[in-house]
């Protein structure tokens, strides 16, 4: 086991900003927000998939990490340690589930959708992913957008488009998802309608 790798230099003031990054980025769908403090977190979680677990995490929200990084024990631990969450081996048990091979995300259904009386009580699904950009894989439209939004993220999984629009069918229920890369954040909650792009 290595040793224990710090979280934020500035605690306060980096959660802050990486928590405002997270909330644009849900209020306005698949716009990019930038994720900036200095951090690193053990591989293969990323920089920004580690500040956002930071920034989100605590004693109430247990987390599920997929196959690549419960590989590694040393994630586990720095998760635990520096957010004090509980770790939880079924996924429908999670808060945030945090993934690192984004083209292998389990079905939706995997994870907590919530309920008719507790639509809250979902999953929010942390993607690791190369690029929030390239040819438009889809078009957003619905709460926080203006029209329509392409969209295009890298790697992802290949029938992504129609695992989102069955996600929004079961609004108000449903996951949450952030598309995270070492530096950025995206999102597309499950109030977003998504179409495929051109």
Not at 74 to 84: E, I, K, N, P, S
Not at 149 to 161: E, K, M, N, Y
Not at 169 to 182: E, I, K, S, Y
């Amino acid at each position: 086991m290595s040793a224990l790798a710090p979280a934020f230099a500035d605690p306060v003031d980096n959660a802050q900003s990486v928590f405002r990054a997270v909330m644009d980025a849900m209020a306005r769908p698949g716009s990019t927000q930038t994720l900036a403090p200095t951090l690193a977190p053990p591989a293969p979680l990323s920089r920004g998939a580690g500040a956002i677990a930071l920034a989100l995490l605590d004693y109430e929200s247990p987390f599920w990490l997929d196959e690549t990084l419960n590989r590694e024990p040393d994630v586990a631990q720095w998760l635990r340690f520096h957010t004090g969450a509980p770790i939880t081996r079924d996924a429908k048990d999670a808060a945030f589930a945090f993934l690192a091979d984004a083209p292998r995300v389990p079905d939706f259904e995997t994870f907590a959708l919530g309920t008719a009386e507790y639509p809250d009580r979902s999953t929010t699904l942390v993607l690791q992913v190369a690029q929030l950009s390239g040819p438009a894989a889809m078009n957003l439209s619905g709460p926080g957008i203006a029209g329509e939004r392409a969209f295009a993220v890298s790697p992802s999984p290949a029938d992504l488009v129609a695992r989102l629009q069955r996600n929004h069918a079961l609004f108000p229920r449903g996951l949450d998802l952030l598309f995270v890369t070492a530096d950025a954040v995206a999102a597309i909650p499950r109030s977003t309608r998504v179409t495929s792009g051109g």
